[in-house]
């Protein structure tokens, strides 16, 4: 069973006297910083001049600086820019300004655990991932509560990696839902296994495939959109709440009988089969060699599949049919 870790196994003391850079102010960063300055803490925030993630960190009363200022400046450095940028602001602007017994905070293992990013043996490296994204850690932490994360120690310089690790998501107030061990490894191949095989590739194909079978079949795709998009929100807010037996037992008995009879047939041996290979080729460093290409050529095969999807049947009738829907409108 994992470890997880709560409240009294941090010290929030351990962040006295120390400045928190976060690097990027998206969505997860404005989320972190907000909670760490409410929380004691002296937070630098990095972002890029003139992009509205910069005016939303005005807003919010930070002063903004360039990533080699905020690194220099800082004892903790949080990178939470996205994945394929990480490694160019790394060696641009935080490399050299790292000194022994500074730390490296990361919300996502994929530079760490494919090398991308090679921290000196000096400095403490740690992850502290929430299980939710940052505008979900902001308002749990405006109720009193927390997001679960986890904790991952890369690297231990100080002898205080985990520790100092802790306090930071106690910061968060994570340690009041609890913050689970694992690795770099771990949370990297899982995660990107979860979106590709499940959560973003393997949802989406299923939903395109269900509604082409259906419209193929001569049914209306308003209906067909209905049937396999639009409800799916339904199911899956069951799951999330209640397991996948408490969803069962929250829909009709005719439903569940087709899930459990029927289920199988479309997540077959073979796909299980494709699954494996999926994993196999994450852990190996070939995905992430092939999108470090992608990226490095332009985004060509990225940009024409994204094409593709958008000019997808299912993208036409979405638009028309959520204008119907007055509650998905801000």
């Not at 050299?96 to 043996?121: D, E, M, V, W, Y």
């Not at 069951?238 to 969803?247: C, P, V």
């Amino acid at each position: 069973m994992a470890k997880i870790y709560y409240d009294n196994d941090a010290d929030l003391n351990l962040l006295k006297g120390k400045k928190i850079a976060i690097i990027g102010y998206g969505i997860q960063g404005r989320g972190q910083s907000l909670c760490l300055r409410d929380s004691g803490c002296e937070v630098v925030v990095s972002e890029v001049a003139g992009t509205p993630n910069f005016e939303q960190a005005k807003k919010d009363g930070f002063v903004p600086v360039d990533a080699a200022t905020a690194a220099a400046a800082a004892d903790i450095i949080q990178i939470l820019t996205q994945d394929h940028v990480q490694a160019k602001v790394y060696i641009d602007s935080i490399k050299p300004n790292l000194k022994k017994g500074k730390a490296l905070c990361f919300s996502h293992g994929f530079n760490i655990r494919f090398k991308q990013i090679k921290p000196p043996k000096n400095v403490d490296v740690f992850m502290i991932a929430p299980k939710g994204p940052g505008a979900l850690v902001r308002r749990m932490y405006e109720e009193g509560k927390g997001v679960p994360c986890l904790v991952a120690v890369f690297q231990d310089a100080t002898g205080e990696a985990k520790q100092l690790a802790l306090a930071y998501a106690k910061a968060l107030k994570a340690t009041t839902a609890g913050v689970i061990e694992t690795t770099f490894a771990e949370e990297t191949e899982t995660d990107l296994f979860g979106e590709q095989a499940v959560l973003c590739g393997g949802a989406s194909e299923l939903i395109k495939a269900g509604f082409d079978t259906l419209v193929e079949a001569g049914y209306q795709p308003e209906i067909a959109y209905f049937e396999v998009l639009h409800e799916l929100k339904l199911i899956t807010d069951l799951i999330q709440e209640r397991g996948i037996s408490g969803m069962r037992r929250g829909v009709s008995n005719t439903a569940c009988y087709g899930d459990l009879t029927r289920g199988p047939r479309i997540i077959n041996e073979r796909t299980r089969k494709e699954m494996k290979k999926i994993l196999k080729e994450i852990k190996s460093g070939k995905f992430a060699r092939e999108w470090i290409k992608e990226n490095e050529d332009g985004r060509p095969n990225f940009n024409k599949l994204m094409a593709d999807g958008d000019n997808h049947k299912i993208e036409q009738v979405g638009r028309e049919l959520r204008n119907m829907m007055p509650w998905m409108k801000k």
